[in-house]
Every structure is written in C-alpha cells, then in structure tokens.
C-alpha cells in the first residue's frame, strides 16, 4: 500500500467514524457533521495525501455539496481581513527577495558587528529580528535570505559540509535554523500560522489581538531566546574558528558588489518603515494591519517593486490563503453551530469535578 493512499484512509476512516456516530446531546446532527469534517480536515493537514489548500477546497466543496453549510457560509473565510493580511505580507516579503533588500541588511549588520564567531551569530539574529516583520513565511526567510549568506559567510572562511563543517559553518547553520523559528512567534506577520491563530480566535472565541498586542506579548521572551541561542549554540556546536576579522571585509565586499540602493530598494525599505509605524500605532491611527499591508503592497506596484507577475506568481501566498480561509470558514462554522460552546461546558465541568 502506497504512503499517498494509506493517508487517504486514515483521513476519510477518521472523518467517517466521527459523522456516523449518534449525535452527542446537546449538539445538533450539523454541529456533530461539520465537526466530523473539520476533524477530517485537520488530519488532511498533518498526513497530506494531498496539499493543504487542495485539502481545505474539497473539505469546503464536501460542506457545500451536502448541505452541511451554505455556498457562501464555505466560502466566507476567502473575504476574512486576517487571511488577506498575509496574503499582502507575502508579497512584502517577494520584494526583499527581488530587491536584495534583505541580504543587504544582513551584510550591513555583519559589516558593523562580525568580529567573531560569537558577534556573527548575533548578526545572523539581529537581521532575522530586523526583517522577520515583513516576511511570513519561515522558508522563504531561512532559505531565500539567510541561507545563501550563512552559505558564503561558510565557503569563506572554508567550511563546508563535511570534515570542515565544524570550523564554522555548523554554528552558523545553527544559529540561523533556531533563530529564524524564535522570530516566527515574534511579529502576527512573521509567520502563516500567527494570523490564522488570531483569525480562530476572533471567529470561535470574540478575542481580537491586534498586530501591536501580539508584538508586545511575545517582544520579551522572544528577545531573550535570541540573546540565548547563539550562545546555547556556541555550547552545543562549537566552531573551531573563534576570531573572525574577515567578515568585516567579506560584508564590505558583497555589499561592493551589490552597489548602491536602486530606487527599488529605497521604497521598499520607506514601505517596510511605513509598515511598521502604523501597525505599531493601530491603536491610535483606527488602521488595522490588513489595511496597511494592502497600502504596502499598492505603493511597491506603483513604483515598480513587484509587478502583477510578481503576485500572481507568489505560490505561497495563493496556496495559504486557500488553507487557512478553508479552515477560518470551517472554524467559524463550527462555533456558530454551538460546538465549541458545548465542549467548553463539557471540559469546564470535568474540571471543576476534578477540584472538588
């Protein structure tokens, strides 16, 4: 039995099970059937017989087809400001990619403060601090950005894969890796997954964090992780190299070859400052997030920064907004048909048993 069907079984067999069982009391059978689908839904996620957005279409198209939801209650997770504030951030984050923007951040960081193999991992951190806001997805950060410079920063002080890995380019591989999942829970817009966590809250609990709140919360542990790993790393991956007084030069070199800021840049790094000032004073400014990374994303196509080819072509950004609306819609559905209010009952009582 192939991997792809053994997971179709174990997707449709759960979702099966939970839709055949008697309706609990308390619940409605359309309540017991849209959970049955959203469980199903969510394992479709974990084992991907298919990809996660085809997942969600045809968790969406099976609600519609049976009557378990309305056509526009399936689909009204497409029109949810959440979904769309990282669909516009994902267009941000292609236009530090096509600019070089990015790796130009990094390299000025390293120009000013690798010195050492200790000072090249806080450089790696602090420009994954830098840049994380503006780009959602943890892939196209680590790999697009970061990889490439950890890779050269490597081949230079000669440490490659293999007997030479642990001169250097092992700790830095390191520091890179953990830093970029700490700068995820950083920022709503640091990675996919923020957004959807607080679209699910607002749609299933009334609980609205803004991009502000989320960044005040999460600014302090996420700052001392970051103090942290490259630290932690130089403990459990020691580089071989301590002193690094070539770095400074191999910054100096790159950004040489770069050349100046072309007009590209310079928007995108006003549009990325923009971003950041009005999320950060939503309260005040009545701009939600989704609103202003619309605004971004406006400005970067008039000025040329990306054209319409650029969003079309932005896989990431098209495949998130279908899995995340698909599960939003499922989400939402699920606490209008009065499920997770019975559930909370049910473990609110359990609970309080269990203290008495």
Known sequence: MSKTLRNWIIVLGLGLIVWICPTPEGLTPKAWHLFAIFIATIAGFILQPI?????????????????VLKT?????????GT????????????????????????????????????????????????????????????????????????????????????KIGKYLMQVGYHTDAVTCMMFLTSMAGNPL????AESTLG???TWM?????????????????????????????K????????????????????LQEKVLAFVFVLCLILWATGSWTKLGATPVAMLAVSIM?????????????????????FWMGGLVALATALAKSGFIAWIAKIIGTAIAAANL
């Open 207 to 209: 609980v609205e964090v």
């Open 83 to 166: 979904i769309w504030l990282i669909v516009c951030a994902f267009f941000l984050s292609r236009g530090f990619i096509k600019t070089g923007f990015g790796k130009r951040i990094a390299f000025v960081i390293i120009k000013y403060i690798g010195r050492s193999s200790l000072s090249l991992g806080y450089s790696i951190a602090l420009s994954e601090l830098v840049i994380s806001p503006a780009m959602p997805s943890a892939t196209a950060r680590g790999g697009g950005v970061f990889y490439p410079i950890v890779q050269s920063l490597s081949n230079a002080f000669g440490s490659s894969p293999g007997p030479t890995a642990g």
């Open 51 to 67: 990809s996660m957005g085809a997942v969600a279409f045809l968790a969406l198209t099976f609600c519609a087809v049976t009557g």
């Open 301 to 321: 196509l008039v000025f040329k920064v990306l054209d319409w080819k650029d969003i079309l072509s932005e896989k990431g950004a098209w495949d998130a907004m």
């Open 243 to 262: 002193a690094m007084p070539d770095a400074h030069n191999l910054a100096v070199k790159e950004l040489e070859n770069m050349g100046p800021m072309t």
């Open 197 to 200: 966590c607080v679209g699910l």
């Open 72 to 80: 526009g209650e399936a689909l009204m997770g497409f029109g949810n």
């Open 213 to 241: 709140g989320w960044a005040v919360a999460a600014i302090v542990p996420g700052l001392i992780s970051l103090f942290l790993v490259p630290l932690v790393m130089l403990k459990l991956s020691p580089p071989e190299l």
